[in-house]
């Protein structure tokens, strides 16, 4: 009986624990599952279906691959607002980013008699007050509008060497603006004249990397043209311009256009200048072209509104009337037409004329006849002040019967030889023609305007010059005294600097050796001294030593830059030709210094002043004691 009484309460007992634990565990499944829901439910609201949610008896796991960190935090926060959030576990990954890309370094420098601004973004690696203070000698004021910002990131390929050519380029152009980018550099400029900017242009061309993509949009004023001259004529020789010349590039084309029209081939050339005397003048010369191809023959002259039309000894008369008739009436107004039909001369009745022959040595003969002996001297006289008082043989006769205009004419025709590299100037009682070979593309029209404007509108004369660009100025290489000049220019802008106490070129001056190099390529085998200076400091024999070292230094780097070092030297003068007062740290930093000299047949063996005088200097003495050290240590 009693243990019939404890079993029972033993049954009861494990019957209530085996309810209990039926109960919790259900109790548990049912938490889980209605936060498991509640959480899926509230993340899949808020658009997060990327998110994995298991619950784990009390706790709530997230997992997934977050987006960004914020989207995790946010998941985070909607899974707290709906279990506690010390319940919530967060397992989740954020998705990897890419690196956020650099920005696009730019600059722009401008240039103007104002001064230099210069705005933009450039790398933080870039020595910002090095260019600065460039920039500041240049315009000569210590004070630049620097607008420039700076990115801590990497400076991309090909921006250092865009910068340095930039910099150096606008030393060089006083009214300029220069955009920079990473291996390209746009420059926009004003030229004085068409010459200029061709010098430009080959100079800028010359001195840009390889590597480097350059933009030149160099302008240049029109040229004024008085008279406004055009000259067209067909001969034995074929259709030829003589002088072209247009009021717009739309006139030109037509222009040119009807010369083509007329026979012309190969290319002419006409200037577009300033100074025509109608808005027709287009209209006005291709008519007058169209008449000389009628006529079979002959030439048209344009000075200003005048025109001149001249046929062929022995072309037909009713054929010369009809031209002519039909030319005068259809011309634009303000035009005035001369036509003239030469008579057929005697071929075996010789005129009496003058002429003057220029050599491609530069040699003068004058030759034929003068009309009076004041003439003649006149006319040797101006020869000697043109092409120099060794150069003009005179041998030409008297005749007193040649015309009044004579002198005038010799007189002129010489001022036309003077626009020819070489060639011939005859003079006729009836014409004045003229024939050779120049480097200015625009001789032909210059000559014409001058005969023009010399001989009156009417007079007859032939020009028959060729442009050769081997005789070209502009185009040829420069000369020696223009190198010396150029690599000046260079080295004032950056200076060519050496470690302390050493013979190796510091990393800052190896652009500054690039553009030296580059001016070389063109310059060819120029006899050149590279000279090396010291200061003071020091003893003498030392510093005698490290300039001859620095000097080679210098060689040996054009060397490696594939320049034509043969007719180089390279020589240390030591402390020798101190170009300021060692007294002073600026005097003792001017004086420590590279140069370059041409050697010239009157060279002496210690070295002048030069036209580098102003060179950025660089260099100091290497120290042999302890005592001077310290002083070299700073240079």
């Given at each position: ?15 209530a ?25 509230a993340l ?11 619950a ?9 691959i ?22 919530v ?57 620097d ?29 300029a ?14 030229a ?88 027709n ?92 002996d004041a ?101 040829g ?38 553009d ?23 003893r ?30 390279a020589?240390?003068y ?59 240590e700073?240079?």
């Open positions: 009986m009693r243990l019939s009484a404890v079993l029972t309460v033993t049954l009861t007992f494990v019957a624990a085996v309810v209990s634990l039926v109960a919790a565990n259900f109790s548990v499944k049912l938490i889980e599952e209605t936060s498991e829901i509640g959480v899926r439910d899949d609201n808020q658009g997060m279906t990327w998110a994995e949610v298991q784990n008896g009390l706790q709530v796991t997230l997992a997934g977050a987006p960004t960190e914020a989207v995790r935090f946010r998941a985070l926060t909607t899974a707290g607002s709906i279990v506690d959030a010390a319940r576990i967060d397992d989740m990954a954020v998705e990897a980013q890419a690196a956020i890309a650099p920005p696009r370094f730019s600059a722009e420098v401008l240039r103007n008699d104002s001064g230099i601004s210069i705005i933009g973004l450039i790398p933080a690696s870039t020595d910002r007050a090095a260019a600065i203070d460039r920039f500041a000698r240049m315009a000569g004021a210590p004070d630049v509008a607008l420039l910002e700076q990115a801590d990131y990497p400076a991309p390929a090909g921006w250092d060497e865009a910068l340095g050519f930039a910099i150096n380029a606008i030393a060089q152009l006083p009214r603006k220069a955009s920079i980018e990473a291996g390209r550099v746009s420059i926009t400029a004003i004085d004249s068409g010459a200029a900017k061709a010098s430009m242009e080959a100079k800028l061309k010359r001195a840009a990397p390889p590597s480097l993509k350059l933009v030149l949009d160099i302008a240049a004023p029109r040229p004024v043209i008085t008279p406004f001259t055009l000259r067209f004529q067909i001969d034995d020789d074929g259709p030829r311009f003589d002088a072209c010349s247009a009021d717009t590039d739309a006139a030109r084309i037509r222009i040119l256009a009807a010369g083509t029209r007329a026979g012309l081939t190969g290319t002419a050339r006409c200037t577009v200048g300033m100074g025509v005397p109608s808005p003048w287009a209209e006005a010369v291709t008519q007058g072209i169209d008449a000389v191809v009628r006529l079979e023959g002959g030439s048209v002259t344009f000075a200003d509104a005048d025109i001149t039309l001249v046929a062929l000894p022995g072309t037909d008369q009713s054929l010369f009337d009809r031209v002519v008739g039909e030319l005068e009436t259809s011309l634009p107004d303000v035009f005035a037409l001369r036509a003239e039909l030469p008579k057929v001369e005697d071929p075996d009745a010789g005129p009496p004329e003058f002429t003057a022959t220029l050599s491609p040595e530069g040699q003068v003969q004058l030759r034929g006849r003068v009309s009076n003439l003649r001297e006149l006319a040797a006289s101006y020869a000697k002040a043109r092409f120099g008082s060794d150069k003009v043989y005179m041998a030409a006769r008297l005749d007193e019967n040649l015309p009044d205009a004579w002198g005038p004419r010799v007189l002129t025709g010489l001022e036309a030889l003077a626009n020819l590299s070489n060639g011939a100037v005859r003079i006729t009682p009836d014409s004045l023609s003229i024939s050779g070979n120049t480097g200015n593309p625009d001789a032909s029209t210059e000559i014409a305007s001058l005969l023009a404007d010399k001989l009156g509108e009417g007079a007859a004369y032939d020009i028959a010059v060729q442009y050769q660009e081997k005789l070209d100025p502009v185009l290489l420069p000369t020696p005294d223009e190198c010396e000049a150029e690599i000046g220019e260079v080295v004032k802008v950056a200076k060519i600097n050496f470690e302390p106490g050493s013979a190796t070129i510091d990393a800052s001056a190896l652009g500054t050796m690039d030296i190099a580059e001016i070389l390529k063109q310059c060819g085998a120029i006899p050149l001294e590279i000279q090396g200076y010291t200061d003071s400091q020091g003498e024999t030392m510093n005698q030593a490290l300039s001859q070292s620095r000097a080679e230094s210098v060689l040996n780097e054009l060397r490696a830059r594939r320049v034509l070092t043969g007719s180089f030297t020589k240390g030591g402390e020798d030709s101190p170009v300021a007062s060692n007294q002073t740290e600026e005097g003792r930093e001017a004086n420590r210094r590279i140069e370059f000299k041409l050697i010239r047949p009157d060279t002496v063996v210690a070295p002048t002043e030069t036209t580098l005088e102003s060179i950025a200097r660089s260099g100091d003495t290497e120290p042999d004691e302890a005592q001077e050290s310290a002083n070299d700073q240079n």
